[in-house]
Antibody, heavy 119, light 107 residues
Framework: EVTLLESGGGLVQPGGSLRLSCAAS????????MTWVRQAPGKGLEWVSSISGSAGSTYYADSVKGRFTISRDNSKNTLFLQMNSLRDEDTAIYYC????????????WGQGILVTVSS | EVVLEQSPGTLSLSPGERATLSCRATQSVGSSYLAWYQQKPGQPPRLLIY???TRATGIPDRFSGSGSGTGFTLTITTLEPEDFAVYYC?????????FGQGTRLEI
C-alpha cells in the first residue's frame, strides 16, 4: 500500500523559511517522480514543483521559482521542499504526490500539511 | 504555458443524472497528458483519469474521460451521492503542470 506522510509545516513569519518532508512507503521510491501541490484556503489546486525519480530533473511554478527547492533522498525514501523568502500568499495546505510510471500525473496523495505565513 | 479553462464553474444536478465536465487548453496537450481529479471537503485530491481516458485504479466505470488536443471531457454517467465534489483537470506534458480552476458538482 502506497503511503505518503508530510511533515514540517507550521506557522512562519513573512520572509522566513520552512522545510517540508514527505516520507514515502509501499513502492520503489527511486522509480517514480514526485510532486508538491498546494491549496490556499478555499481555493483550487496549484502545482508547485516536481522532481524526477533520479532527481536529475526538477520543475517549478513561476510563483515559487528561485524561492523553493525540491529535492529527494532515495536512500531514505523521502521527498523535501525547502521554502525560503516565504510570503503571505504561500499560506496553504501542501500535498506531496507520487507520479505514475514515466509520467507526472499524481496517482497517490498524502493527507497534506498546513503552512501558515503570518506575522 | 498551457492554461486550462474548466466549465461550467458549478454544475447542479441530481443523483441518477449524467454529468459532463469540460476542460479546454490554450495549447495542444501533447500525447493526451491530461488528468482528472476529484476532491471532497477536507480530503486530498483523488486521481480519476489519466492519459485523457484511462481510469485510475479502483475508479468506477461510471467515470470516463475523452478528448485530445485542446478539448477534454469528464463524463459521469449516473451520478451517485458520493460523486458530488470538486473536479480538477491538469496537464502534465510539459512544465508548468498547471491545473484548471475546478468545477463544483453540487446537488
Amino acid at each position: 500500500e502506497v503511503t505518503l506522510l508530510e511533515s514540517g509545516g507550521g506557522l512562519v513569519q513573512p520572509g522566513g523559511s520552512l522545510r517540508l518532508s514527505c516520507a514515502a512507503s509501499g513502492f520503489t521510491f527511486s522509480d517514480y517522480a514526485m510532486t508538491w501541490v498546494r491549496q490556499a484556503p478555499g481555493k483550487g489546486l496549484e502545482w508547485v514543483s516536481s522532481i524526477s525519480g533520479s532527481a536529475g530533473s526538477t520543475y517549478y511554478a513561476d510563483s515559487v521559482k528561485g524561492r523553493f527547492t525540491i529535492s529527494r533522498d532515495n536512500s531514505k525514501n523521502t521527498l523535501f521542499l525547502q521554502m525560503n523568502s516565504l510570503r503571505d500568499e504561500d499560506t496553504a495546505i501542501y500535498y506531496c504526490a507520487k507520479a505514475g510510471w514515466g509520467v507526472y500525473s499524481s496517482h497517490y496523495w498524502g493527507q497534506g500539511i498546513l503552512v501558515t505565513v503570518s506575522s | 504555458e498551457v492554461v486550462l479553462e474548466q466549465s461550467p464553474g458549478t454544475l447542479s444536478l441530481s443523483p441518477g443524472e449524467r454529468a459532463t465536465l469540460s476542460c479546454r487548453a490554450t495549447q495542444s496537450v501533447g500525447s493526451s497528458y491530461l488528468a482528472w481529479y476529484q476532491q471532497k471537503p477536507g480530503q486530498p485530491p483523488r486521481l480519476l483519469i489519466y492519459a485523457a481516458s484511462t481510469r485510475a485504479t479502483g475508479i468506477p466505470d461510471r467515470f470516463s474521460g475523452s478528448g485530445s488536443g485542446t478539448g477534454f471531457t469528464l463524463t459521469i454517467t449516473t451520478l451517485e451521492p458520493e460523486d458530488f465534489a470538486v473536479y480538477y483537470c491538469q496537464h502534465y506534458g510539459s512544465s508548468p503542470f498547471t491545473f484548471g480552476q475546478g468545477t463544483r458538482l453540487e446537488i
